[in-house]
């Protein structure tokens, strides 16, 4: 019985926590959602490392960090929670970090889950990039 109530007592704020991603926008998909919270949990993450993190295609994590980014594609705004640069060692390889929204965001959405739970600061490039 003890497993029961587990569970049962867990389901509220599995339900809070998809209803913070929905606030996110309506149309974002789970792996958006994903995206967003390896970001967080890795800033200054690759975006080869975000594939295969998610164990999504290249173009998929390009795509969806549009879609979290300031824009989306067309010119078309996006969400404006994420900020990608080019590594400065590598231009090539973009690296991926959340911007002041995104880390605000990112806490009220796991903190349904977890109301303990606390992003800690993110550090870009030494300090040096993504001063808003």
Request: with cysteine; hydrophobic share 35%; glycine share 8%.
């Amino acid at each position: 019985m003890t497993h029961a109530r587990r569970p049962t007592a867990a389901l509220p704020r599995a339900v809070d926590f998809l209803s913070a991603c929905r606030e996110l926008a309506p149309y974002v998909p789970a792996q958006t959602v994903t995206c967003l919270l390896v970001i967080a949990s890795r800033p200054g993450i690759t975006m080869q490392e975000l594939a295969e993190e998610t164990g999504l295609s290249q173009s998929s994590c390009s795509r969806n960090v549009a879609v979290l980014s300031r824009w989306e594609t067309y010119g078309k705004p996006g969400l404006g929670l994420v900020e990608a640069f080019e590594e400065p060692r590598e231009r090539r390889r973009k690296i991926v970090y959340l911007t002041a929204d995104g880390q605000q965001k990112v806490q009220s959405i796991v903190g349904k889950l977890d109301p303990s739970f606390k992003l800690k600061p993110q550090t870009r490039l030494g300090g040096l990039v993504g001063l808003q």
